[in-house]
Protein backbone atom coordinates (compact mmCIF):
# COMPACT_ATOMS: atom_id res chain seq x y z
CA UNK A 1 0.00 0.00 0.00
CA UNK A 2 1.80 3.41 -0.87
CA UNK A 3 -0.33 5.38 1.04
CA UNK A 4 1.20 3.77 4.14
CA UNK A 5 4.57 3.89 2.58
CA UNK A 6 4.00 7.50 1.70
CA UNK A 7 2.54 8.81 5.40
CA UNK A 8 5.61 6.50 6.95
CA UNK A 9 8.19 9.00 5.18
CA UNK A 10 6.05 11.87 6.44
CA UNK A 11 5.83 10.90 9.65
CA UNK A 12 7.96 8.02 11.01
CA UNK A 13 6.99 8.45 14.40
CA UNK A 14 3.56 7.90 13.65
CA UNK A 15 3.92 5.08 11.37
CA UNK A 16 6.08 3.43 14.21
CA UNK A 17 2.71 3.31 16.03
CA UNK A 18 1.20 2.21 13.75
CA UNK A 19 3.62 -0.64 12.80
CA UNK A 20 3.58 -1.61 16.50
CA UNK A 21 -0.64 -2.06 16.19
CA UNK A 22 -1.43 1.48 17.30
CA UNK A 23 -4.32 2.58 15.45
CA UNK A 24 -4.13 6.33 14.18
CA UNK A 25 -7.39 8.61 15.00
CA UNK A 26 -8.85 10.94 12.37
CA UNK A 27 -6.68 13.84 13.65
CA UNK A 28 -3.47 11.88 13.24
CA UNK A 29 -4.19 10.52 10.10
CA UNK A 30 -5.50 14.47 8.70
CA UNK A 31 -1.85 15.48 10.38
CA UNK A 32 0.39 12.85 8.39
CA UNK A 33 -1.85 14.06 4.69
CA UNK A 34 -1.69 17.37 5.47
CA UNK A 35 2.46 17.11 6.47
CA UNK A 36 3.50 14.78 3.58
CA UNK A 37 4.55 17.47 0.23
CA UNK A 38 3.08 15.37 -2.45
CA UNK A 39 -0.36 16.65 -1.22
CA UNK A 40 0.61 20.35 -1.03
CA UNK A 41 -1.17 20.92 -4.30
CA UNK A 42 -4.37 19.49 -2.77
CA UNK A 43 -3.95 20.40 1.13
CA UNK A 44 -1.39 22.13 3.19
CA UNK A 45 -0.49 24.02 6.36
CA UNK A 46 -1.10 27.91 6.51
CA UNK A 47 2.42 29.87 6.70
CA UNK A 48 2.13 30.46 10.31
CA UNK A 49 1.34 26.21 11.13
CA UNK A 50 -1.36 26.80 13.10
CA UNK A 51 -4.37 26.04 10.44
CA UNK A 52 -4.45 23.97 7.22
CA UNK A 53 -6.57 24.83 4.10
CA UNK A 54 -7.88 22.38 1.23
CA UNK A 55 -7.16 23.90 -1.90
CA UNK A 56 -8.74 21.60 -4.74
CA UNK A 57 -11.61 19.97 -3.54
CA UNK A 58 -12.55 18.07 -6.08
CA UNK A 59 -8.84 16.38 -5.93
CA UNK A 60 -9.64 16.20 -2.03
CA UNK A 61 -13.31 14.38 -2.46
CA UNK A 62 -11.57 12.32 -5.74
CA UNK A 63 -7.76 11.25 -4.04
CA UNK A 64 -7.46 12.04 -0.49
CA UNK A 65 -11.25 10.58 1.18
CA UNK A 66 -11.34 7.55 -0.85
CA UNK A 67 -7.63 6.53 -0.24
CA UNK A 68 -7.25 7.77 3.95
CA UNK A 69 -10.85 8.29 4.86
CA UNK A 70 -12.82 5.10 3.30
CA UNK A 71 -14.50 6.95 0.23
CA UNK A 72 -16.25 9.55 3.05
CA UNK A 73 -18.26 12.31 1.47
CA UNK A 74 -16.93 15.89 1.57
CA UNK A 75 -19.79 16.74 3.81
CA UNK A 76 -18.89 14.31 6.22
CA UNK A 77 -15.45 15.00 6.26
CA UNK A 78 -16.32 18.50 7.37
CA UNK A 79 -19.03 17.00 10.33
CA UNK A 80 -15.89 15.49 11.57
CA UNK A 81 -13.52 18.21 11.34
CA UNK A 82 -16.29 19.93 13.81
CA UNK A 83 -16.73 17.07 15.79
CA UNK A 84 -13.17 16.89 16.37
CA UNK A 85 -13.53 20.57 17.11
CA UNK A 86 -11.95 22.36 14.30
CA UNK A 87 -13.19 26.14 13.37
CA UNK A 88 -13.62 27.21 9.83
CA UNK A 89 -12.43 30.66 8.96
CA UNK A 90 -15.21 32.37 7.61
CA UNK A 91 -14.23 35.21 6.47
CA UNK A 92 -11.11 37.09 5.59
CA UNK A 93 -7.44 35.88 3.71
CA UNK A 94 -7.73 32.74 5.21
CA UNK A 95 -11.67 31.99 4.88
CA UNK A 96 -12.47 28.40 4.35
CA UNK A 97 -9.35 26.95 6.54
CA UNK A 98 -9.39 25.09 9.62
CA UNK A 99 -8.10 26.04 12.95
CA UNK A 100 -7.97 23.26 16.47
CA UNK A 101 -5.28 24.55 18.85
CA UNK A 102 -3.95 20.93 19.21
CA UNK A 103 -3.52 20.81 15.75
CA UNK A 104 -0.36 22.83 14.85
CA UNK A 105 2.33 22.07 12.23
CA UNK A 106 5.76 19.86 13.86
CA UNK A 107 3.09 19.05 17.16
CA UNK A 108 1.68 15.78 16.67
CA UNK A 109 2.26 15.50 20.76
CA UNK A 110 -0.39 18.00 20.73
CA UNK A 111 -2.74 16.19 18.09
CA UNK A 112 -2.39 13.21 20.02
CA UNK A 113 -4.57 15.38 23.03
CA UNK A 114 -6.66 15.71 21.09
CA UNK A 115 -10.54 14.60 22.13
CA UNK A 116 -13.38 13.57 20.10
CA UNK A 117 -16.80 15.83 20.19
CA UNK A 118 -15.72 18.21 24.06
CA UNK A 119 -14.68 21.43 24.51
CA UNK A 120 -11.88 21.99 27.09
CA UNK A 121 -12.97 20.92 30.19
CA UNK A 122 -15.85 18.73 28.98
CA UNK A 123 -16.62 15.46 30.26
CA UNK A 124 -17.53 12.68 28.16
CA UNK A 125 -20.78 11.67 28.28
CA UNK A 126 -21.82 8.82 30.89
CA UNK A 127 -23.68 5.51 29.97
CA UNK A 128 -25.72 4.36 32.72
CA UNK A 129 -22.87 2.31 34.56
CA UNK A 130 -21.18 5.03 34.83
CA UNK A 131 -18.88 5.37 31.96
CA UNK A 132 -17.54 7.08 29.40
CA UNK A 133 -19.36 6.66 26.55
CA UNK A 134 -17.62 6.24 23.16
CA UNK A 135 -18.87 9.06 20.76
CA UNK A 136 -16.47 8.33 18.01
CA UNK A 137 -18.71 5.52 16.77
CA UNK A 138 -21.39 7.58 15.84
CA UNK A 139 -22.89 7.11 12.81
CA UNK A 140 -21.88 10.29 10.62
CA UNK A 141 -25.08 9.08 8.16
CA UNK A 142 -27.74 10.43 10.72
CA UNK A 143 -27.17 14.18 9.75
CA UNK A 144 -28.73 14.54 6.39
CA UNK A 145 -29.77 18.01 7.38
CA UNK A 146 -26.46 19.34 8.80
CA UNK A 147 -25.02 17.90 5.19
CA UNK A 148 -27.29 20.30 3.07
CA UNK A 149 -27.14 23.01 5.57
CA UNK A 150 -23.56 22.99 5.32
CA UNK A 151 -22.99 22.23 2.07
CA UNK A 152 -25.40 25.38 1.43
CA UNK A 153 -22.94 27.10 3.50
CA UNK A 154 -19.88 26.10 1.29
CA UNK A 155 -21.74 27.18 -1.66
CA UNK A 156 -22.62 30.37 -0.57
CA UNK A 157 -18.65 30.88 0.91
CA UNK A 158 -17.66 29.87 -2.51
CA UNK A 159 -20.03 32.52 -4.72
CA UNK A 160 -18.42 35.13 -2.10
CA UNK A 161 -15.02 34.25 -2.94
CA UNK A 162 -15.27 33.73 -6.72
CA UNK A 163 -17.20 37.55 -6.10
CA UNK A 164 -13.72 39.13 -4.53
Not at 67 to 88: I, P, Q
Not at 109 to 123: A, C, K, T
Request: charged share 30%; glycine share 6%; net charge negative.
Amino acid sequence: DTSTDDAAAANPAAAADDAAGMTLNFPEILFEIISDPANRHILSWLPHGRGFAIHDKHLFASEILPAHFDGTKYTSFTRRLKRWNFERVPRGPEMGAYYNKNFVRGRPDLVRSMVYGMEDGEQPPQTAEGEAKDSSSDNDNNNSNDDKEEEGREQDQERERERE
